[in-house]
């Protein structure tokens, strides 16, 4: 069965779109059959795949939204990265605007995905760094999230917003919504800061707190200059083997 995960965190810069794309890469590497959703504006997860943003002949996430493409038809194979992409850009902008008019908007990703979702085992989606129309979208197409999460305290203090606006999403529109766990990204253990709020979360949030941490890395913030996901940019990398040792926790978990 099919598992679609939304990938958010209204806190910009804390790895949401480097852990979509590598996770994405690691799990294709386990031979899970993935697709990767870009439903951010900035275009990241989409570069990052080796796939311009900038020139999408097939249409992209927008496009779909509004019903004017299939996600079949939009959809691009990444072979090096070793998944699919359902790519975004700037476009997706005006997603807010242009879904003014359509009934049920937020459920317009939902829609779009019951076409092709069948064909994988897992659906990624990586969301924009707010709480907007898109975001909504995600989670009501969701069966679960995972929260790419810094340990710092102005990262606990977003977290708490991010699940009231999950339980509002549960509670109107899908009520199988659930919390996939909390990974911690950008981890260094040699800051007393980085461990305390650790083991606030562990405390806090308990299995939820995924036992997998990604460290600080630099190859990992190298590979998306390269287009490439670290697990093929850089393979024997303490981060590469981080987002590898995650995919297996989360198939583990999830039974994927």
């Given at each position: 069965m099919?598992?679609i ?11 949401k ?9 690691a ?5 899970r059959?993935v697709l990767?959703v870009?439903?951010?504006p900035?275009?990241?997860?989409t570069?990052g795949?080796g ?11 927008l496009?779909?939204?509004l ?11 990444c ?5 699919h992409l359902?790519p ?9 605007v ?8 937020e ?11 069948g064909?994988?085992d ?6 924009p760094?707010?709480?907007n129309?898109?975001?909504v979208?995600?989670?009501?197409a969701?069966?679960?999230?995972l ?13 708490s917003?991010l ?5 509002q ?18 981890y260094?253990?040699r ?12 405390d806090y949030?308990?299995d939820?707190?995924l036992k997998?941490?990604i460290?600080?890395?630099v190859?990992?913030?190298e590979?998306?200059?390269?287009g490439?996901?670290v ?8 981060g ?10 989360l ?6």
């Amino acid at each position: 069965m099919t598992q679609i995960i939304a990938l958010t965190n209204q806190k910009g810069g804390v790895g949401k779109t480097t852990t979509a794309v590598n996770l994405a890469a690691a799990l294709g590497a386990l031979k899970r059959k993935v697709l990767l959703v870009d439903l951010d504006p900035q275009g990241h997860a989409t570069m990052g795949s080796g796939v311009d943003k900038h020139d999408l002949p097939n249409g992209g996430a927008l496009d779909v939204l509004l019903g004017e493409i299939s996600a079949r038809e939009a959809i691009v194979r990444c072979p090096t990265a070793g998944y699919h992409l359902l790519p975004g850009n700037g476009d997706l902008t005006a997603a807010e605007v242009s879904l003014l008019d359509f009934e049920h908007r937020e459920r317009r990703l939902a829609k779009a995905l019951d076409e092709v979702s069948g064909d994988y085992d897992v659906v990624l989606i990586d969301c924009p760094p707010s709480l907007n129309m898109l975001t909504v979208n995600a989670l009501t197409a969701a069966d679960g999230v995972l929260i790419p999460l810094q340990c710092e305290f102005y990262a606990l203090e977003g977290l708490s917003a991010l699940l009231d606006t999950v339980e509002q999403v549960r509670a109107s529109i899908n009520p199988t919504l659930a919390i996939h766990g909390i990974v911690r990204t950008m981890y260094d253990n040699r800051i007393s800061l980085t461990r305390d709020v650790s083991k606030q979360l562990s405390d806090y949030f308990g299995d939820d707190l995924l036992k997998t941490a990604i460290p600080r890395n630099v190859r990992v913030a190298e590979a998306p200059s390269h287009g490439l996901p670290v697990t093929k940019y850089a393979k024997l990398s303490r981060g590469s083997h981080a987002y590898r040792v995650l995919a297996k926790e989360l198939i583990k978990r999830l039974s994927l």
